[in-house]
């Protein structure tokens, strides 16, 4: 059974420019939350979807956004970017509707804002 | 004061002990815990979700729950050097808690020869 799979791995962008990034779950999950991780902040939540509905979401500005589509593959986008933008993004995908229960992460996306 | 606090380590073991990690939470509605094991440069991997207090075994893996004393821990017994990573704990509240983890800063583990 394939894992979560997130593309691109790795990305580098310039201070202002926008980012998208994907993610298909684990086939079956419907679940997906995003998370970003930082050596100072480490891991933080910043959405999850489920049935292409935003049902929750972390403390994030504005400029991070995401959406979910019919057959589950999520996407994130990042505007304006800027330097502290740059971090490992993790999707997460979980097969139950309920809250907490397990979640698998991706190999995730490496982004550096230059 | 952080919502899931971690031992901080490092902590170093010599193979064959047993590797002891610590986690309290400060959210008494959490009800969904998780030990994630993460290599340098890789993902977060689940090793052990636990919900009921008391112990839950897999392998060489005991994570054990007290939700009275909002502490979490996990065991790792006949430590590898292949265990060195950090360990992240997580708690969720359940319920419409949708997707959210909180997560430890972890601890860094070192099992060496």
């Known amino acids: 059974k394939a894992g979560v799979t997130q593309t691109p791995r790795y990305l580098i962008k310039t201070r202002g420019q926008q980012v998208t990034l994907s993610c298909s779950p684990i086939?079956?999950?419907?679940?997906v939350s995003w998370y970003q991780q930082t050596p100072g902040q480490g891991l933080q939540f910043l959405f999850e979807?489920?049935?292409?509905?935003?049902?929750n979401k972390g403390n994030f500005p504005g400029r991070f956004s995401g959406r979910q589509f019919s057959n589950s593959r999520s996407e994130m986008n990042v505007s304006t970017l800027e330097l502290g933008d740059s971090a490992l993004y993790l999707c997460?995908?979980?097969?139950?509707?309920?809250?907490?229960?397990?979640?698998?992460f991706g190999q995730g996306t490496r982004l550096t804002v230059v | 004061q952080k919502e899931v606090e971690q031992n901080s380590g490092p902590l170093s073991v010599p193979e064959g002990a047993i590797a002891s990690l610590n986690c309290t939470y400060s959210?008494?509605?959490?009800?969904?815990f998780f030990w994630y094991r993460q290599y340098s440069g890789k993902s977060p991997e689940l090793i052990m979700s636990?919900?009921?207090?008391g112990d839950k075994e897999d392998g060489r893996f005991t994570a054990q729950l007290n939700k009275a004393s909002q502490y979490v821990s996990l065991l790792i017994r006949d430590s590898q050097p292949s265990d060195s990573a950090t360990y992240l704990c997580?708690?969720?509240?359940?319920?419409?808690?949708?997707?959210?983890?909180?997560f430890g800063q972890g601890t860094i583990l070192t099992v060496h020869p």
């Open positions: 997580a708690a969720a509240a359940g319920g419409t808690s949708y997707g959210k983890l909180t």
């Open positions: 979807y489920f049935s292409e509905t935003q049902r």
């Open positions: 636990i919900y009921s207090n």
């Open positions: 959210d008494r509605v959490s009800q969904s």
């Open positions: 997460a995908s979980s097969l139950l509707e309920t809250g907490g229960s397990e979640a698998f």
């Open positions: 086939s079956g999950h419907r679940s």
